[in-house]
């Protein structure tokens, strides 16, 4: 059974930074896109940031470009999302997902953990 853990979300104020975490289990972690969804209130979930499954490509959104950076660290099975200079428009449940497919750029993805509430203060 895939599993994908999400933690690492709480309130910060704006500018300031947090690193979200997911451990993943149940599944080929290396043979798998990885990454990071959001979702604010009354909108579409959107891609954040994806690992591609052979590690070749990553994506980000053009909003978290320059500020997020996501790395994986293959032997926790884990991927991680550091959050820089955070806005209060980066206010969302964060999710963590696992793809079966190439995984790129950062859509429709297979599994989803449940998610993990970041909120920025002004």
């Known amino acids: 059974e895939v599993q994908l853990q999400a933690s690492g979300g709480g309130l910060v104020q704006a500018g300031r930074s947090l690193r979200l975490s997911c451990a993943a289990s149940?599944?080929?972690?290396?043979?798998?896109?990885i990454g990071w969804f959001r979702q604010a209130p009354g909108k579409e979930p959107e891609g954040v940031s994806c690992i591609s499954s052979d590690d070749e490509h990553t994506f980000y959104a053009d909003s978290v470009k320059g500020r997020f950076t996501i790395s994986s660290d293959n032997a926790k099975n884990t991927v991680y999302l550091q959050m820089n200079s955070l806005k209060p428009e980066d206010t969302a449940v964060y999710y963590c997902?696992?793809?079966?497919?190439?995984?790129?750029?950062?859509?429709?993805?297979?599994?989803w953990g449940r998610g993990t509430l970041v909120t920025v203060s002004s």
């Open positions: 997902a696992a793809d079966s497919g190439y995984g790129y750029p950062c859509k429709n993805y297979d599994f």
């Open positions: 149940g599944f080929s972690f290396d043979d798998y896109a």
